[in-house]
């Protein structure tokens, strides 16, 4: 009886540490994506661009603009001035009473190298001609210099409605390698 008791303990014993094994994994997974790895260090950035919008075809679901922008980037971690291209889907449905904007920037660097992340903002949607979407963006990868880029952090724009040519847009976070993970 004694025996049978301590195998019974036993296997609940072994159950209990795999399942936090397996627990502890995928939580380190999880965070691997959304952590900056260590040696991470501050990723700035400074865009003025120009933007073109058409009407986006989700007239239900998003209805809101197709955003195409280009223009230059500055920052910490980029060399020289860099190029800026982007594109976003700008909604007003998705959210009620707010922009929900959601985009794709490429960063060029003077030596070829590309960063790319993404970028998820919002803005309350005001009769004003002046909107101030914030949020995060995430650094998906690069290459050249960039290659195996991870990171992410704060993004703030200034958009005049009326003067398209004119948007800037700020980033403040982080930038590591995958390979210092």
């Avoid at 036993?10 to 159950?15: D, M, P, S, V």
């Avoid at 994506?33 to 990723?43: K, R, V, W």
């Avoid at 995060?136 to 880029?149: L, Q």
């Avoid at 003067?163 to 390698?177: I, Q």
């Amino acid at each position: 009886m004694a025996t049978l008791a301590l195998r019974r303990s036993a296997r609940i014993a072994g159950a209990l540490a795999g399942a936090a094994l397996i627990v502890g994994a995928t939580t380190g997974v999880s965070n691997a994506a959304t952590t900056p790895p260590p040696g991470a260090t501050a990723f700035t950035g400074t865009a003025n661009y120009g933007v073109t919008t058409s009407t986006h075809p989700d007239t239900v679901g998003c209805n809101g603009y197709k955003v195409v922008g280009s223009g230059t980037v500055t920052g910490n971690r980029i060399a020289g001035t860099g190029t800026w291209s982007q594109t976003e889907d700008a909604c007003t449905a998705t959210v009620p009473g707010q922009w929900d904007i959601n985009g794709k920037v490429t960063v060029t660097q003077t030596d070829g190298s590309h960063l790319y992340f993404t970028y998820h903002l919002s803005a309350p949607v005001t009769s004003s001609n002046m909107v101030y979407p914030s949020g995060t963006f995430t650094i998906t990868g690069g290459d050249g210099s960039f290659d195996e880029a991870v990171g992410g952090g704060k993004m703030n724009a200034t958009v005049n409605l009326l003067d398209k040519a004119h948007v800037t847009a700020a980033l403040d976070g982080s930038m590591g390698f995958r390979w210092q993970i």
